[in-house]
Protein backbone atom coordinates (compact mmCIF):
# COMPACT_ATOMS: atom_id res chain seq x y z
CA UNK A 1 0.00 0.00 0.00
CA UNK A 2 1.51 3.81 -1.21
CA UNK A 3 2.87 5.70 1.60
CA UNK A 4 0.26 8.25 0.96
CA UNK A 5 -2.73 6.76 2.05
CA UNK A 6 -3.50 7.29 4.89
CA UNK A 7 -2.96 11.10 3.69
CA UNK A 8 -5.50 10.52 1.25
CA UNK A 9 -8.04 9.30 3.88
CA UNK A 10 -6.98 12.86 5.98
CA UNK A 11 -7.71 14.91 2.88
CA UNK A 12 -11.05 12.96 2.04
CA UNK A 13 -12.14 14.03 5.65
CA UNK A 14 -11.40 18.09 5.12
CA UNK A 15 -13.49 20.95 5.39
CA UNK A 16 -15.55 20.66 1.93
CA UNK A 17 -16.72 17.40 1.34
CA UNK A 18 -18.73 16.98 -1.83
CA UNK A 19 -22.21 15.41 -2.42
CA UNK A 20 -23.89 13.47 -5.21
CA UNK A 21 -23.88 15.91 -7.23
CA UNK A 22 -21.65 18.73 -8.55
CA UNK A 23 -21.09 21.90 -6.94
CA UNK A 24 -22.79 20.60 -3.82
CA UNK A 25 -21.09 21.49 -0.55
CA UNK A 26 -21.31 21.10 3.50
CA UNK A 27 -18.91 21.97 5.93
CA UNK A 28 -17.83 19.66 8.09
CA UNK A 29 -15.75 18.53 11.07
CA UNK A 30 -12.01 17.53 9.73
CA UNK A 31 -9.28 15.96 11.23
CA UNK A 32 -6.29 17.74 11.65
CA UNK A 33 -3.17 16.93 9.16
CA UNK A 34 0.29 17.29 11.06
CA UNK A 35 3.83 18.82 9.96
CA UNK A 36 5.42 15.64 9.24
CA UNK A 37 2.41 14.39 7.07
CA UNK A 38 2.65 17.28 4.79
CA UNK A 39 6.60 16.59 4.46
CA UNK A 40 5.92 12.89 3.82
CA UNK A 41 3.52 14.12 1.00
CA UNK A 42 5.54 16.96 -0.66
CA UNK A 43 8.97 15.02 -0.68
CA UNK A 44 7.44 12.05 -2.31
CA UNK A 45 8.30 11.17 -5.70
CA UNK A 46 7.08 13.74 -8.32
CA UNK A 47 5.28 12.19 -10.76
CA UNK A 48 3.56 9.80 -7.80
CA UNK A 49 3.04 13.05 -5.96
CA UNK A 50 1.55 14.63 -9.13
CA UNK A 51 -0.60 11.61 -9.94
CA UNK A 52 -2.40 11.36 -6.50
CA UNK A 53 -2.93 14.93 -6.22
CA UNK A 54 -4.98 14.84 -9.32
CA UNK A 55 -7.09 11.91 -7.86
CA UNK A 56 -7.73 14.34 -4.90
CA UNK A 57 -8.53 16.96 -7.53
CA UNK A 58 -10.99 14.99 -9.18
CA UNK A 59 -12.76 13.42 -6.37
CA UNK A 60 -13.32 17.35 -5.07
CA UNK A 61 -13.42 19.46 -7.84
CA UNK A 62 -14.44 19.14 -12.23
CA UNK A 63 -11.07 18.80 -13.62
CA UNK A 64 -12.23 20.37 -16.66
CA UNK A 65 -12.74 23.85 -15.25
CA UNK A 66 -10.52 26.70 -14.76
CA UNK A 67 -11.67 29.84 -12.30
CA UNK A 68 -11.03 32.67 -14.38
CA UNK A 69 -9.94 36.14 -12.28
CA UNK A 70 -8.60 39.39 -13.06
CA UNK A 71 -6.89 41.93 -10.16
CA UNK A 72 -6.91 45.38 -10.92
CA UNK A 73 -4.52 47.63 -8.22
CA UNK A 74 -6.83 50.11 -7.60
CA UNK A 75 -4.11 52.40 -5.24
CA UNK A 76 -0.31 51.66 -5.99
CA UNK A 77 2.63 52.65 -4.42
CA UNK A 78 3.81 54.39 -1.40
CA UNK A 79 3.24 51.68 1.79
CA UNK A 80 4.51 51.96 4.65
CA UNK A 81 5.17 48.22 4.89
CA UNK A 82 9.04 46.91 3.81
CA UNK A 83 8.11 43.43 1.96
CA UNK A 84 11.38 42.35 0.75
CA UNK A 85 9.23 41.30 -2.42
CA UNK A 86 7.38 44.24 -3.24
CA UNK A 87 7.89 47.59 -5.61
CA UNK A 88 5.07 49.51 -3.85
CA UNK A 89 7.13 49.78 -0.73
CA UNK A 90 8.27 53.33 -0.20
CA UNK A 91 11.46 52.27 1.22
CA UNK A 92 12.60 51.09 -2.08
CA UNK A 93 13.73 53.02 -5.46
CA UNK A 94 11.24 51.07 -8.11
CA UNK A 95 9.71 52.57 -11.36
CA UNK A 96 6.20 52.29 -9.20
CA UNK A 97 5.00 55.16 -8.32
CA UNK A 98 2.23 56.08 -5.25
CA UNK A 99 -1.24 57.37 -6.87
CA UNK A 100 -4.35 57.87 -5.09
CA UNK A 101 -7.36 55.33 -4.73
CA UNK A 102 -9.00 55.42 -8.18
CA UNK A 103 -12.75 56.85 -8.46
CA UNK A 104 -15.34 54.17 -8.78
CA UNK A 105 -16.25 54.64 -12.23
CA UNK A 106 -12.99 53.19 -13.91
CA UNK A 107 -12.75 50.27 -11.76
CA UNK A 108 -16.18 49.54 -12.29
CA UNK A 109 -15.91 49.70 -16.33
CA UNK A 110 -12.43 47.39 -15.71
CA UNK A 111 -14.92 44.83 -13.78
CA UNK A 112 -17.40 45.19 -17.11
CA UNK A 113 -14.83 44.47 -19.19
CA UNK A 114 -13.49 41.76 -17.02
CA UNK A 115 -16.89 39.88 -17.21
CA UNK A 116 -17.39 40.39 -20.82
CA UNK A 117 -13.36 38.54 -21.42
CA UNK A 118 -15.02 35.45 -18.98
CA UNK A 119 -13.76 36.50 -16.01
CA UNK A 120 -15.79 35.63 -12.91
CA UNK A 121 -14.06 36.55 -10.07
CA UNK A 122 -12.64 40.67 -10.00
CA UNK A 123 -10.24 41.39 -7.32
CA UNK A 124 -8.95 44.93 -6.01
CA UNK A 125 -5.90 45.86 -4.30
CA UNK A 126 -5.11 48.65 -2.54
CA UNK A 127 -1.04 49.40 -1.36
CA UNK A 128 -2.41 50.10 2.49
CA UNK A 129 -0.69 48.61 5.02
CA UNK A 130 -4.52 49.11 6.87
CA UNK A 131 -7.14 51.45 6.67
CA UNK A 132 -6.48 53.63 9.84
CA UNK A 133 -7.61 57.18 8.70
CA UNK A 134 -9.26 55.92 4.94
CA UNK A 135 -12.56 56.33 5.99
CA UNK A 136 -13.77 57.93 2.72
CA UNK A 137 -11.52 55.64 0.70
CA UNK A 138 -13.27 53.16 2.70
CA UNK A 139 -16.44 53.97 1.87
CA UNK A 140 -15.53 54.49 -2.16
CA UNK A 141 -14.17 50.88 -2.06
CA UNK A 142 -17.34 49.51 -0.27
CA UNK A 143 -18.98 51.30 -3.04
CA UNK A 144 -17.24 49.29 -5.48
CA UNK A 145 -17.71 46.15 -3.55
CA UNK A 146 -21.46 46.37 -3.79
CA UNK A 147 -21.55 47.47 -7.73
CA UNK A 148 -19.68 44.62 -8.74
CA UNK A 149 -21.60 42.01 -6.88
CA UNK A 150 -24.27 43.76 -8.72
CA UNK A 151 -22.91 42.63 -11.90
CA UNK A 152 -22.82 39.03 -10.84
CA UNK A 153 -19.48 38.73 -9.96
CA UNK A 154 -17.63 37.04 -7.17
CA UNK A 155 -15.49 40.25 -5.64
CA UNK A 156 -12.19 39.92 -3.80
CA UNK A 157 -10.46 42.48 -1.85
CA UNK A 158 -6.84 43.01 -0.43
CA UNK A 159 -6.16 46.31 1.41
CA UNK A 160 -3.45 44.97 3.92
CA UNK A 161 -4.68 44.85 7.95
CA UNK A 162 -8.61 44.62 8.74
CA UNK A 163 -10.01 45.06 12.03
CA UNK A 164 -13.30 42.56 12.85
CA UNK A 165 -15.84 45.54 12.41
CA UNK A 166 -13.99 46.70 8.80
CA UNK A 167 -14.41 43.05 7.66
CA UNK A 168 -18.19 42.92 8.94
CA UNK A 169 -18.75 46.04 6.80
CA UNK A 170 -17.16 44.56 3.84
CA UNK A 171 -19.06 41.43 4.23
CA UNK A 172 -22.18 43.85 4.45
CA UNK A 173 -21.30 45.33 1.11
CA UNK A 174 -21.39 42.20 -0.70
CA UNK A 175 -17.82 41.13 -0.85
CA UNK A 176 -16.77 37.14 -1.45
CA UNK A 177 -13.42 36.72 -0.53
CA UNK A 178 -10.25 39.01 0.75
CA UNK A 179 -6.80 38.04 -0.11
CA UNK A 180 -4.59 38.20 2.64
CA UNK A 181 -1.35 35.52 1.89
CA UNK A 182 0.61 34.37 4.59
CA UNK A 183 3.97 34.32 2.56
CA UNK A 184 6.10 31.73 3.74
CA UNK A 185 6.56 29.77 7.16
CA UNK A 186 6.41 31.19 10.33
CA UNK A 187 9.82 30.24 10.80
CA UNK A 188 11.10 31.92 7.48
CA UNK A 189 9.07 34.98 8.09
CA UNK A 190 11.13 37.06 10.40
CA UNK A 191 14.28 34.98 8.93
CA UNK A 192 17.23 36.48 6.75
CA UNK A 193 16.68 36.70 3.29
CA UNK A 194 20.03 38.00 1.51
CA UNK A 195 20.95 39.24 4.98
CA UNK A 196 16.95 40.93 6.01
CA UNK A 197 13.94 39.48 6.94
CA UNK A 198 10.95 38.91 4.43
CA UNK A 199 9.38 41.65 6.28
CA UNK A 200 9.43 43.44 9.50
CA UNK A 201 6.67 45.82 9.51
CA UNK A 202 4.27 43.46 10.93
CA UNK A 203 4.34 39.71 12.26
CA UNK A 204 3.09 36.45 11.43
CA UNK A 205 -0.09 36.59 13.83
CA UNK A 206 -0.53 40.49 12.76
CA UNK A 207 -1.64 38.51 8.99
CA UNK A 208 -3.06 35.52 11.41
CA UNK A 209 -5.28 38.27 13.06
CA UNK A 210 -6.88 39.55 9.98
CA UNK A 211 -7.56 36.38 8.59
CA UNK A 212 -9.52 35.80 11.50
CA UNK A 213 -11.55 38.36 11.18
CA UNK A 214 -12.29 38.13 8.04
CA UNK A 215 -13.63 34.25 8.46
CA UNK A 216 -15.80 35.35 11.78
CA UNK A 217 -17.23 37.66 9.19
CA UNK A 218 -18.35 35.10 7.09
CA UNK A 219 -15.94 35.90 4.42
CA UNK A 220 -14.21 33.29 2.57
CA UNK A 221 -10.06 33.75 3.20
CA UNK A 222 -7.73 33.65 -0.04
CA UNK A 223 -4.82 33.17 1.56
CA UNK A 224 -1.34 31.53 -0.04
CA UNK A 225 1.95 32.38 -0.82
CA UNK A 226 5.54 33.46 -2.30
CA UNK A 227 7.98 30.85 -4.15
CA UNK A 228 11.10 32.05 -4.49
CA UNK A 229 12.01 34.18 -1.70
CA UNK A 230 14.97 32.32 -0.26
CA UNK A 231 13.09 30.14 1.34
CA UNK A 232 13.76 26.19 1.35
CA UNK A 233 11.39 23.03 1.09
CA UNK A 234 11.02 22.77 4.81
CA UNK A 235 9.74 26.28 5.06
CA UNK A 236 7.02 25.87 1.88
CA UNK A 237 6.08 23.05 3.57
CA UNK A 238 5.39 24.82 7.13
CA UNK A 239 3.05 27.14 4.89
CA UNK A 240 1.22 24.65 3.72
CA UNK A 241 1.03 23.21 7.20
CA UNK A 242 -0.12 26.53 8.50
CA UNK A 243 -3.03 27.20 6.27
CA UNK A 244 -4.04 22.98 6.09
CA UNK A 245 -4.50 23.45 10.40
CA UNK A 246 -6.79 26.84 10.23
CA UNK A 247 -9.95 26.21 12.05
CA UNK A 248 -11.69 26.54 8.28
CA UNK A 249 -9.55 25.96 4.95
CA UNK A 250 -8.91 28.90 2.97
CA UNK A 251 -11.65 29.05 0.07
CA UNK A 252 -8.25 29.63 -2.20
CA UNK A 253 -4.59 29.41 -2.08
CA UNK A 254 -2.69 31.71 -4.39
CA UNK A 255 0.27 30.03 -5.44
CA UNK A 256 2.33 32.84 -6.75
CA UNK A 257 6.24 32.52 -7.98
CA UNK A 258 8.48 35.79 -7.07
CA UNK A 259 8.77 38.02 -9.90
CA UNK A 260 12.77 39.78 -8.87
CA UNK A 261 12.03 43.72 -9.39
CA UNK A 262 14.62 46.31 -9.37
CA UNK A 263 14.97 48.08 -6.78
CA UNK A 264 13.48 45.18 -4.25
CA UNK A 265 15.77 43.61 -1.68
CA UNK A 266 15.15 40.61 -3.62
CA UNK A 267 15.21 41.74 -7.16
CA UNK A 268 18.54 39.36 -7.76
CA UNK A 269 16.55 36.00 -6.74
CA UNK A 270 16.50 33.04 -8.72
CA UNK A 271 13.62 32.25 -10.96
CA UNK A 272 11.51 29.64 -9.29
CA UNK A 273 12.15 26.06 -11.12
CA UNK A 274 9.42 23.67 -12.07
CA UNK A 275 9.44 21.31 -9.85
CA UNK A 276 9.05 23.35 -6.73
CA UNK A 277 5.76 25.00 -8.06
CA UNK A 278 4.63 21.73 -8.93
CA UNK A 279 5.70 19.90 -5.70
CA UNK A 280 3.85 22.88 -3.89
CA UNK A 281 0.83 22.77 -5.85
CA UNK A 282 0.47 18.83 -5.50
CA UNK A 283 0.77 18.80 -1.37
CA UNK A 284 -1.50 22.22 -1.64
CA UNK A 285 -3.89 19.92 -3.49
CA UNK A 286 -3.89 16.42 -1.21
CA UNK A 287 -3.65 18.81 1.85
CA UNK A 288 -6.28 21.15 1.09
CA UNK A 289 -8.71 19.16 -1.62
CA UNK A 290 -11.60 21.43 -1.47
CA UNK A 291 -9.45 24.33 -1.95
CA UNK A 292 -9.17 26.78 -5.02
CA UNK A 293 -5.25 26.79 -6.09
CA UNK A 294 -4.64 29.56 -8.16
CA UNK A 295 -1.24 29.92 -10.08
CA UNK A 296 -1.23 33.68 -9.20
CA UNK A 297 1.61 36.36 -9.96
CA UNK A 298 4.52 34.49 -12.20
CA UNK A 299 2.71 32.66 -13.84
CA UNK A 300 3.72 33.97 -17.23
CA UNK A 301 7.12 32.72 -16.37
CA UNK A 302 6.27 29.39 -17.29
CA UNK A 303 5.39 27.84 -20.75
CA UNK A 304 2.29 26.70 -21.50
CA UNK A 305 3.08 22.60 -21.08
CA UNK A 306 4.33 23.60 -17.54
CA UNK A 307 1.17 25.68 -16.70
CA UNK A 308 -0.41 22.27 -17.94
CA UNK A 309 1.42 20.03 -15.44
CA UNK A 310 0.32 22.50 -12.70
CA UNK A 311 -4.01 22.03 -13.40
CA UNK A 312 -3.14 18.70 -13.82
CA UNK A 313 -1.40 18.75 -10.22
CA UNK A 314 -4.04 20.37 -8.42
CA UNK A 315 -4.44 24.08 -9.36
CA UNK A 316 -7.53 24.96 -11.04
CA UNK A 317 -7.68 29.14 -11.07
CA UNK A 318 -5.68 31.87 -12.73
CA UNK A 319 -4.83 35.70 -12.74
CA UNK A 320 -5.79 36.68 -16.46
CA UNK A 321 -6.04 40.10 -18.18
CA UNK A 322 -4.03 43.30 -18.84
CA UNK A 323 -1.83 42.78 -15.24
CA UNK A 324 -1.72 42.11 -12.27
CA UNK A 325 -0.62 44.97 -9.32
CA UNK A 326 2.85 45.44 -10.49
CA UNK A 327 3.94 42.45 -12.68
CA UNK A 328 2.88 41.34 -15.99
CA UNK A 329 -0.48 39.05 -16.64
CA UNK A 330 -1.76 36.52 -19.59
CA UNK A 331 -4.25 38.32 -21.78
CA UNK A 332 -7.54 37.05 -21.68
CA UNK A 333 -7.16 35.67 -25.60
CA UNK A 334 -4.31 34.27 -24.87
CA UNK A 335 -5.43 32.38 -21.68
CA UNK A 336 -8.67 31.24 -23.10
CA UNK A 337 -6.63 29.71 -25.86
CA UNK A 338 -4.83 27.59 -23.88
CA UNK A 339 -7.55 26.39 -22.34
CA UNK A 340 -8.86 25.18 -25.42
CA UNK A 341 -6.34 24.14 -26.62
CA UNK A 342 -6.02 21.29 -23.39
CA UNK A 343 -9.79 20.80 -23.10
CA UNK A 344 -10.34 23.52 -19.98
CA UNK A 345 -13.21 26.09 -19.92
CA UNK A 346 -13.95 28.67 -17.23
CA UNK A 347 -15.66 28.35 -14.18
CA UNK A 348 -19.19 30.25 -13.03
CA UNK A 349 -19.31 32.66 -10.98
CA UNK A 350 -20.15 31.18 -7.28
CA UNK A 351 -19.48 27.63 -9.01
CA UNK A 352 -16.64 27.17 -6.17
CA UNK A 353 -18.22 24.69 -3.88
CA UNK A 354 -16.58 26.28 -0.97
CA UNK A 355 -17.80 29.66 -1.63
CA UNK A 356 -21.33 27.90 -1.93
CA UNK A 357 -21.51 26.73 1.26
CA UNK A 358 -19.80 30.10 2.69
CA UNK A 359 -22.84 31.98 1.31
CA UNK A 360 -25.25 29.30 2.08
CA UNK A 361 -24.18 29.54 5.48
CA UNK A 362 -24.78 33.20 5.80
CA UNK A 363 -27.80 32.96 4.24
CA UNK A 364 -29.16 30.89 6.87
CA UNK A 365 -27.47 33.29 9.73
CA UNK A 366 -29.70 35.83 8.30
CA UNK A 367 -32.92 33.66 7.87
CA UNK A 368 -32.61 32.62 11.83
CA UNK A 369 -31.82 36.46 13.06
Not at 63 to 72: D, R, Y
Not at 167 to 174: I, P, S
Not at 188 to 198: D, I, L
Not at 230 to 249: C, K, M, S, Y
Request: glycine residues 6%.
Amino acid sequence: MSRLSPLLRIARQSLVRTGQQRGHATIVNREQITREEIRDIYNSPLLSLVFRAAAVHREHHDPSKIQLCTLMNIKSGGCTEDCSYCSQSSRYKTETKASRLLSIEPVLEAARKAKENGSTRFCMGAAWRDLHGRKSGFEKILEMVTEIRSMGMEVCTTLGMLSPEQAKRLKEAGLTAYNHNLDTSREFYPQASHHRPVITTRTYDDRLSTIEAVRDAGISVCSGGILGLGETDEDRIGLIWEVANLPEHPESFPVNALVPIEGTPLAKNEPLKLPTMLRTIATARIALPGTIIRLAAGRQTFSEVEQAMCFLAGANAVFTGERMLTTPCSGWDEDKDMMARWGLEGMASFESKMVQAKEETNTQKVCEA
